[in-house]
């Protein structure tokens, strides 16, 4: 068997004012906004494994997971797999952790297939904040793109391009072959101590106490910039480095005015959502934290 790389490489923030909120926020008069979980969860099913493999007669190898495959005895994952067995696997893992959560199953826009991997991620992170209540990032903005991009290929965290007024912003990136999935998952559901420094995925996360731990998942609610923030920005970015997925991503809080954006939320993904999930998209918070 061989693990996918699900290192998390830490993140970064610099907001002014800096935001210090609670263990937990109310979404809405229902749902409680879980920022900081009490432990991670366990992947089902484990995307991060093989899982059992069979060789053919012609010495390709089949393995349960169907993110894995190789030839002879060299199991391989890819840096980026779009195809619907790989895709499907890795959410049925995400749906288990939501649900866990008391979280709505994710459910991924029709046209998931035909979008670029900056435009999954982009996808994922609303998906995530949407069903927790929280008001989407308004758009892609292709500065950030091109500043995600030079994060993901050095890998480290991307950097604020200059020439955007802003009043924040934060980062976040992965090793997460083979999917953006893959870093959704670690990011929202195995960002925390791991009993061991072995077995814990984010390198910020140092014990259980650490201030690192969570700190991508508080990135991608907001917790930095604020959960309620309506006209929140962000830059995504895939890169194959050496033959692993690097996924990183740039939230930005603009000082006066959003930035034009490439690909927006609400008219490039709202369309292609299911009813359900459209629905989610336009809840209102019962209570806002944004200052």
């Known amino acids: 068997m061989k693990a996918v790389a699900a290192r998390l490489i830490g993140f970064?923030?610099?907001v002014a004012p800096l935001l210090v909120l609670g263990p937990t926020l109310t979404a809405s008069s229902a749902t409680p906004l879980q920022l900081t979980p009490s432990a991670n969860i366990a992947p089902r099913p484990d995307f991060l494994s093989s899982g059992p493999c069979q060789s053919s007669r012609a010495h390709q190898l089949s393995?349960?997971?169907?993110?894995?495959?190789?030839?002879?005895?060299?199991i391989t994952v890819r840096p980026y797999d779009n195809s619907r067995a790989c895709t499907t696997y890795i959410l049925a893992a995400i749906n288990h952790a939501r649900a866990v959560e008391g979280v709505a199953p994710m459910m991924l826009p029709n046209n998931w297939y035909t979008l670029s991997a900056d435009e999954q991620m982009f996808v994922l992170t609303n998906l995530e904040r949407t069903a927790r209540g929280l008001p989407p990032y308004q758009g892609l903005v292709s500065a950030l793109n091109h500043s995600a991009a030079a994060g993901a290929a050095r890998n480290v965290d991307p950097w604020f391009v200059s020439g955007m007024t802003q009043q924040g912003f934060t980062s976040i990136l992965a090793d997460a072959s083979p999917s953006p999935l893959a870093a959704d998952y670690v990011w929202m559901y195995n960002d925390g101590w791991g009993g061991t420094s072995r077995n814990t995925s984010n390198v910020d996360c140092t014990s259980p106490g650490a201030s690192g731990c969570w700190g991508h998942r508080h990135n991608i609610l907001g917790v930095y910039?604020?959960?309620?923030?309506?006209?929140?920005q962000m830059g995504a970015a895939y890169r194959n480095r050496h033959g692993t997925g690097?996924?990183?991503?740039?939230?930005?809080?603009?000082?006066?005015?959003?930035?034009?954006?490439?690909?927006?939320?609400?008219r490039d993904v709202v369309p292609h959502l299911s009813a359900a999930a459209s629905s989610s998209t336009t809840s209102s918070p019962a209570a806002s934290s944004t200052p």
Do not use: K, M
């Open 63 to 74: 393995c349960a997971n169907p993110c894995f495959s190789g030839a002879g005895s060299a």
């Open 12 to 14: 970064c923030a610099l």
């Open 225 to 232: 910039l604020g959960p309620y923030c309506h006209d929140c």
């Open 246 to 266: 690097v996924y990183a991503e740039i939230f930005v809080r603009p000082q006066h005015q959003a930035a034009p954006a490439s690909f927006t939320w609400t």
